[in-house]
């Protein structure tokens, strides 16, 4: 359970960090960023498979492309069932799932699976061994 809030308030970092860095992705506050990352991880657990597969081919010969236009089209999805987030427009949805993706991808690589910050520890053992 500890694991789910932590990815969830991850994600609202995300988005409150890509709202910073776009003019086109404006958010009301906090508790208006904790919606839209609830909202964006309901259709990215329900809708995004379903849309992945019904695109497939597209997919396929856009080497994986596609999947950027399906994240944006998430992005501006959640933004319009929350009323203070707001994304402005195609190529701002496209940047920002970019954006969004990559922050939780880094903030999510530190949460294990029981739901704590892990850090691992490397000693150099000499050559190319690392243990």
């Known amino acids: 359970m500890r694991g789910i809030v932590f990815r969830w308030l991850t994600l609202t970092v ?4 890509s709202s910073y860095l776009l003019e086109g992705i404006r958010v009301g506050g906090f508790f208006s960023a904790l919606a ?5 991880g309901l259709l990215n657990a329900f809708l995004r498979p379903i849309a992945l597969l019904l695109t497939l081919p597209i997919n396929l010969v856009t080497l ?3 999947t950027f ?3 944006a089209i ?4 959640a933004s319009g069932v929350v009323g203070s987030f707001e994304v402005h427009g195609f ?17 999510n690589s530190l949460i294990s699976e029981k739901g ?16």
């Open 64 to 66: 994986g492309l596609f």
């Open 14 to 17: 995300a988005i409150l960090l």
């Open 91 to 107: 190529w701002t949805a496209v940047f920002g799932a970019l954006i969004i993706s990559l922050i939780s991808f880094g903030l």
């Open 36 to 40: 839209a990352a609830a909202i964006l």
């Open 69 to 71: 236009v399906i994240n």
């Open 116 to 131: 704590r910050f892990d850090v691992i520890n490397l000693k150099h053992k000499g050559g190319n061994r690392w243990e």
């Open 74 to 77: 998430m992005l501006k999805m």
